[in-house]
């Protein structure tokens, strides 16, 4: 959608979006540029636009070596929080090691060929995706347990959309 309504946003919290883009592009740098109608404390109406100037990567090694981490795994935090509202806890941690698995293989693939079969080969910057995934999928949130609550499992979900992404 190209329009998206919220209740509350303050400098705790953030936005998380995922933009595709399926042509070829045709500079070193995508531009992005968002608009955000909303009021202010005062009632007065403001618009602040929004610019980013991203790097493409012409190859995946550019693209492994500069991925970051941490707002790599803060995004799959709230895809995964999303789709708990229409998947079992069963298939979304089967989507987060599906898609952890998908990341590497890719590397594996496009990046290091010449490495013998069956050699476990990871990305220097995501060396610690597997075990960030792992401590997500046994999180409260998402595994929960008998002892806990529905309550504090509800707390626990509602608290990761505007998750930063120190915070995830």
């Known amino acids: 959608t190209t329009d998206v309504e919220m209740a509350g946003l303050d400098s705790d919290h953030a936005v998380t979006l995922e933009i595709r883009h399926d042509d070829k592009l045709a500079d070193r740098a995508a531009f992005a540029q968002a608009a955000v109608l909303f009021t202010s404390l005062s009632g007065q109406r403001r618009l602040r636009i929004h610019n980013i100037s991203l790097q493409t990567a012409a190859s995946f090694q550019n693209l492994y070596r500069c991925a970051d981490l941490d707002t790599t795994v803060n995004f799959l ?9 229409q998947k079992s806890p069963k298939e979304v941690r089967e989507y987060l090691i ?3 698995a ?3 293989a890719t590397y594996r693939e496009k ?4 490495a013998p079969a069956g050699q ?5 910057v ?12 046994r ?3 998402f595994a929960g347990g008998s002892e806990l609550t529905t309550d504090d499992r509800a707390w626990l979900l509602q608290s990761i959309p ?6 995830s």
């Open 102 to 104: 998908q990341i590497l």
């Open 98 to 100: 599906g898609r952890t």
């Open 111 to 114: 990046c290091s060929e010449s």
């Open 77 to 85: 935090i709230k895809f995964a929080e999303r789709m708990q509202l």
């Open 120 to 124: 476990l080969i990871l990305p220097e």
């Open 162 to 167: 505007q998750m930063r992404v120190p915070d």
């Open 139 to 141: 999180n409260d949130a």
């Open 126 to 137: 995501m060396k610690l995706l597997p075990l960030y995934i792992n401590s997500l999928i």
